[in-house]
């Protein structure tokens, strides 16, 4: 999730857990712990300008649950020794400190990003992908429930919005994880009609809502691309085929930066050559053309693909200029199907 939420939800979550006395305390404390698992990205940044492996490090062993209870107690133990706020409520400090650290990694496991809970076990990263990376629906809650607690102080007052803004955010994750459900059953039926309903497929929330969502499932050929209104849409999901160079893709298969992001992604990936170079893109982040985590990982010598030193590409901006239509189609079903997809995923006449 974005650095907002994670700071207001450390923050509520100490501040709710730790005597009403040490409240502002608790605030500031919450809100550091609850950003410090995203301050890998400074030592992985010095370690390496390998931007694959930038990604797939980032969210493993700063989010570990394996990890994050040792550093809480090490936390609480030196603070504990200095005396003050936390040795004088020792057993309250030591929840405050490992829940505003645990609860990061889990709500992060809520995105499609993906997160190494288990860590250092080599399971693919957690991705429940049933909330946007920023959604003010779930922020908004904790961001006034702190606000609240700040001017009220010790007061009960304080306390009681802590609670209401906890339980407001968890309740909207609840829905979140409900409307997925929904459109998982919606997009089962619809590719079941196409011959698809054993393909590898994922959905997640549109940007900023959980109202509108992308269901993607990968074909022999590339993939097929649709999105589900949980306002507007009755009919089954029409879906858009894609191509994706995908013997280019098995030839490099086997190099270790492929590989890596096979892993990271679940075989989410489309491929395609653009001015000699094999570029590898994150289909769950973004939308077709259009996606955020695009490497180049190989060149063309001849007829075979010789690895190189990844490369990710710029950021599409262009993206940004469809968040009007993505609001548009929450609210209205489109009348005609565009580009509809083709039983058992075969290639459209114009794919590759």
């Not at 076990?121 to 003010?136: E, Y």
């Amino acid at each position: 999730m974005d650095s907002l939420s994670q700071i207001v939800l450390g923050a509520a979550v100490a501040a709710a857990i730790a005597p009403p006395q040490h409240r502002r305390a608790a605030l500031l404390a919450g809100a550091a712990l609850g950003t410090l698992p995203d301050l890998d990205i400074i030592p992985i940044n010095l370690l390496t300008e390998d931007p694959v492996a930038r990604m797939t490090w980032h969210r493993s062993a700063s989010h570990s649950l394996f990890v994050l209870p040792v550093v809480a107690w090490a936390i609480w133990a030196w603070c504990r020794t200095r005396g003050g706020r936390v040795a004088q409520a020792p057993r309250r400090w030591f929840w405050a400190i490992a829940l505003a650290l645990v609860t990061h990694p889990l709500l992060d496991a809520f995105t499609v990003y993906g997160t190494q809970l288990l860590w250092p076990l080599p399971l693919p990263p957690a991705m429940w992908s049933s909330v946007f990376i920023i959604d003010p629906l779930y922020t908004v809650w904790l961001l006034a429930a702190c606000g609240v607690a700040w001017f009220a102080r010790a007061s009960q007052r304080g306390q009681r919005a802590l609670v209401i803004g906890l339980a407001l955010s968890t309740a909207y994750l609840g829905w979140s994880l409900v409307a997925k459900a929904v459109v998982e059953r919606d997009a089962e039926r619809s590719l079941a009609a196409l011959g698809l309903q054993d393909a590898p497929r994922f959905s997640t929330p549109a940007p900023f809502t959980t109202l509108l969502w992308r269901v993607v499932a990968m074909t022999p050929h590339g993939f097929v691309e649709g999105e589900r209104s949980l306002v507007a849409d009755r009919g089954p999901i029409a879906f858009r085929s894609h191509g994706s160079d995908v013997a280019a893709l098995r030839m490099v298969s086997t190099q270790p930066s492929v590989q890596r992001l096979s892993w990271f992604n679940r075989g989410f990936m489309k491929a395609e050559q653009r001015d000699g170079a094999l570029v590898l893109s994150d289909l769950r982040m973004g939308s077709e053309p259009d996606y955020t985590f695009r490497f180049a990982v190989a060149r063309r010598e001849g007829g075979a693909w010789r690895a190189t030193p990844p490369r990710q590409l710029q950021w599409p901006w262009q993206a940004t200029q469809r968040l009007g239509a993505l609001w548009q189609r929450i609210w209205r079903e489109p009348t005609i199907a565009q580009s509809p997809a083709t039983p058992s995923g075969a290639p459209p006449a114009t794919a590759r």
